[in-house]
C-alpha cells in the first residue's frame, strides 16, 4: 500500500538557515506527492505537489521540493527560514488514483526556528 | 483559490450528547469530502470518505454509528459525533475535493466532551 515516512519527528534551525525536511515513500508507480503545513489548531495549507513533470516543485512561502525516483525521496527545502515558518509539516500521497483516491499523510515534523 | 469552512471551531459538549461538524465547499463543487481526527502531536487520520449522495465509506475501526457523516449537496458534509463520551475528543479537520487532486482543508474543530 502507498505510504509515506517522515524520519524526522522534531527539527529546530536558527532563523535565516537552510532547511531541508525529509520524506520518503512506498509505492511502485510514480505517486502523487504532497507537502502540507498546520499551525497550531489549524487546518492544513497546501505548500506544494507532485504529479509527474519537472521533478523541483515551486511552491508558497518560498518552499521548494525534488522528487526523487532512485531515492524514493520527495524532500521539502527552504533556502532561509523564518521564524513564521515554525509549525508540523506533513508529507502525503495520494491512496488510489481512482475515483476513490484519497491522502495518506506522514506521521509529521515539527520545525522549531530559533531566532 | 479553493476554500473549505468548517464549523464549529471549537465545541465543548457533555458526554452522552450529540455534536454536528459542518464542512462547506465555498466557491466549487466538491466531488468528495474527507473527515479527519487528529490526536494532539499526531498525524491525521482518516476516518471516512463521503460522496454526494452516496453512504460514507469508513475506514477499517471507525465506528459507522458513531460517527455519521452526511453528504447532502455537493458542497455540504456534515460529522455527527453521537452519543459523546470523553474518549471522543478531538481535533476533526474536513477536507473536499475538486476535480482532479486537489484537496483542501477546513481550519479543523477542537471538540472537547466532559
Known amino acids: 500500500a502507498q505510504s509515506v515516512t517522515q524520519p524526522d519527528i522534531h527539527i529546530t534551525v536558527s532563523e535565516g538557515a537552510s532547511l531541508e525536511l525529509r520524506c520518503n515513500y512506498s509505492y511502485g508507480a510514480t505517486p502523487y506527492l504532497f507537502w502540507y503545513v498546520q499551525s497550531p489548531g489549524q487546518g492544513l495549507q497546501l505548500l506544494l505537489k507532485?504529479?509527474?513533470?519537472?521533478?523541483l516543485v515551486q511552491g508558497i512561502k518560498g518552499f521548494e521540493a525534488e522528487f526523487k525516483r532512485s531515492q524514493s525521496s520527495f524532500n521539502l527545502r527552504k533556502p532561509s527560514v523564518h521564524w513564521s515558518d515554525a509549525a508540523e509539516y506533513f508529507c502525503a500521497v495520494v491512496r488510489d488514483t481512482g475515483t476513490a483516491s484519497k491522502l495518506t499523510f506522514g506521521t509529521g515534523t515539527r520545525l522549531q526556528v530559533t531566532l | 483559490g479553493a476554500v473549505v469552512s468548517q464549523h464549529p471551531s471549537r465545541v465543548i459538549c457533555k458526554s452522552g450528547t450529540s455534536v454536528k461538524i459542518e464542512c462547506r465547499s465555498l466557491d466549487f463543487q466538491a466531488t468528495t469530502m474527507f473527515w479527519y481526527r487528529q490526536f494532539p502531536k499526531k498525524s491525521l487520520m482518516l476516518m471516512a470518505t463521503?460522496?454526494?449522495?452516496?453512504?460514507?465509506?469508513?475506514e477499517q475501526g471507525v465506528e459507522k454509528d458513531k460517527f455519521l457523516i452526511n453528504h447532502a449537496s455537493l458542497t455540504l458534509s456534515t460529522l455527527t459525533v453521537t452519543s459523546a463520551h470523553p474518549e471522543d475528543s478531538s481535533f476533526y479537520i474536513c477536507?473536499?475535493?475538486?476535480?482532479?487532486?486537489?484537496?483542501?482543508f477546513g481550519s479543523g474543530t477542537r471538540l472537547t466532551v466532559v
Open positions: 463521503s460522496n454526494e449522495g452516496s453512504k460514507a465509506t469508513y
Open positions: 507532485y504529479f509527474s513533470g519537472d521533478t
Open positions: 477536507s473536499a475535493r475538486s476535480r482532479g487532486f486537489g484537496y483542501t
